[in-house]
């Protein structure tokens, strides 16, 4: 009791939870992609980033966010940042459930579509350490041009210990990876790399700038440099095999609108030491195969904070009364929260297909061709549905959810984020156009994913039609390059809504999303079994 009066009908922290087992999505798709045999590993996940201590672990990391130490006492330049605790107790954890490495030391199918079950439950715990975990995974597409390379450092990389040590990688028993790529005048188009890279000997100095080096303290890093082939790719040090800190300087932290635990900075290279990975001018084809994971990765994102916001709406709405009725309970509250449970669960589907898709690449064309479309078209309709979805759970909370304190404060400023990574939505829309081109056997790979779902709905055929009959002209104009995506986004979402889903949710999409789509969330129409959507969103226990 407050002097002036009494706390009531608030809805308080959330009790410990499984962030696995509890969704029954999650569970489905795991399932249905290859990846059952992880049931055990991803329950143990969700159980730890369910919990209290974990939320608390994030809340801190953000608070006392990354510091750059540039320089020691003494006036010697060290290039440094100052992590929080709580940052490194949450990469150690991280680390622990292989979220960098399982898709490569399971060796057997589904490997993939389970360490997206894993990135998909961390999503929902701290996305800021899931970056550096990110791009230490997808490093090994970039490595394996440098066999070499790969032989040297893969054990480190692929470790489940933590070693945050300044040391050079050979002294460490764990190694993270980072990338810099993007400079000033370039942004996405890495043509315009201006870093030059000479040849000393039998390795490569750098001089130059990048506008956003992600995780400057990783212990290796793959880059861009103009020699006189072109565009290469580099592999760097973070700290010389003597021990000194390769020539490395940070220019700044940014200060970013959110993922603010992860430390992003804007660094020169001085002379820096590095050795080149792949095909001299073939930097730019080399690191794609890198950052065809990494937009993977934002789709599963973008997924997952989808559906954490929808999680903790309807834990508020369930625990919340306004006139005299829980919020829940009230029709046009529980329309909103439907609403937002279904593009969370197509969010979710989306994104293991495209990771059964990676996942089933080596060995089958047809998957290797759907996979070169499909993960570019999740990453598009996952980071454009996210920003809009979480400002609405923001909504739900009330001027609760405005308040830094409050967890969705938090993903509100992490939503957009994603759709930026690793190329905004023109550059992404712009993608799924040259691999329809480009890649053989993609179109009919499509053609064949949509096939089974026809004769479902009338409205669903007709969309899918649309797409082939444009397919079928192979010369979408770039300026219809976006309405196409979303099409394609639509259609995919509703066959696998149709063959994996309850046959209410499937329904519920076509309806909602392509035969009579409402311009906000909770314009569904009114007979759909909206309270069955909403309890197969509660994830989080409400009593």
């Not at 350490?129 to 970039?142: D, Q």
Request: hydrophobic fraction near 50%; aromatic fraction near 6%; charge should be neutral.
């Amino acid at each position: 009791m407050i002097a002036t009066h009494d706390s009531i009908n608030q809805v308080g922290e959330p009790p410990d939870y499984n962030v696995y087992t509890a969704d029954v999505a999650l569970g489905g798709a795991v399932a249905a992609f290859g990846g059952a045999w992880a049931e055990d590993r991803l329950g143990a996940c969700g159980a730890r980033v369910g919990s209290a201590r974990l939320r608390g672990l994030a809340r801190d990391a953000n608070r006392y966010g990354p510091e750059l130490r540039a320089f020691d006492r003494f006036g010697q330049r060290i290039d440094e940042i100052a992590y929080h605790p709580a940052w490194h107790e949450l990469m150690g954890l991280i680390r622990g459930d292989a979220y960098h490495a399982l898709a490569w030391t399971a060796a057997r199918p589904g490997a993939q579509v389970a360490r997206a079950g894993i990135a998909y439950v961390w999503g929902q715990g701290e996305p800021g350490v899931c970056c550096p975990e990110a791009m230490t995974y997808a490093s090994m597409a970039a490595l394996r041009h440098a066999p070499e390379l790969l032989a040297r450092f893969s054990t480190g990389i692929l470790a489940t210990a933590y070693d945050p040590r300044a040391l050079p990688p050979d002294a460490k028993v764990a190694l993270t990876v980072g990338m810099a790529m993007t400079e000033k005048q370039g942004g996405s188009d890495l043509r315009q790399t201006r870093t030059v890279a000479r040849q000393d000997g039998g390795r490569w100095a750098l001089t130059g700038h990048k506008w956003f080096f992600s995780v400057p303290m990783s212990d290796l890093f793959l880059t861009l440099a103009r020699t006189d082939a072109g565009v290469s790719c580099f592999l760097a040090q973070g700290w010389r095999d003597d021990g000194s800190r390769n020539a490395v300087r940070i220019q700044r932290l940014k200060d970013k609108c959110g993922n603010r635990s992860n430390a992003s900075s804007e660094v020169e290279f001085d002379g820096l030491d590095a050795v080149m990975v792949g095909e001299p001018g073939r930097g730019i084809a080399t690191i794609i195969e890198m950052a065809h994971l990494t937009r993977l990765e934002c789709a599963i994102g973008a997924a997952a904070l989808m559906r954490h916001a929808t999680s903790l709406a309807v834990f508020h709405a369930s625990r919340r009364t306004a006139f005299q009725r829980a919020l829940i309970d009230q029709p046009v509250m529980r329309a909103v929260l439907a609403d937002m449970a279904l593009d969370a669960e197509t969010a979710l589907w989306l994104a293991m297909r495209a990771a059964a898709a990676i996942d089933a690449a080596p060995g089958d064309p047809a998957e290797a061709a759907l996979a070169r479309v499909i993960v570019p078209v999740a990453k598009y309709w996952n980071c454009k549905r996210a920003p809009g979805l979480v400002a609405e759970a923001q909504e739900c909370h009330g001027g609760n959810g405005f308040i830094e304190e409050h967890p969705i404060a938090r993903l509100y400023r992490e939503a957009p984020l994603n759709g930026v990574w690793e190329g905004a939505g023109n550059i992404i829309c712009l993608d799924v156009l040259r691999a329809l081109a480009r890649t053989p056997g993609a179109a009919d790979a499509l053609l064949a994913l949509l096939a089974p779902a026809r004769g479902v709905d009338a409205a669903l055929d007709g969309l899918i039609a649309g797409v082939g009959a444009v397919l079928a002209a192979s010369d979408a104009p770039e300026a219809a390059a976006r309405r196409l995506v979303e099409h394609i986004a639509l259609a995919i979402a509703a066959a696998l809504l149709v063959r994996h889903a309850p046959v209410y949710v499937a329904e519920a999409f076509i309806r909602a999303r392509i035969a009579d789509p409402g311009l906000a969330y909770g314009a569904l129409p009114a007979d759909l079994d909206q309270a069955a959507l909403v309890r197969r969103a509660a994830i989080i226990p409400t009593d």
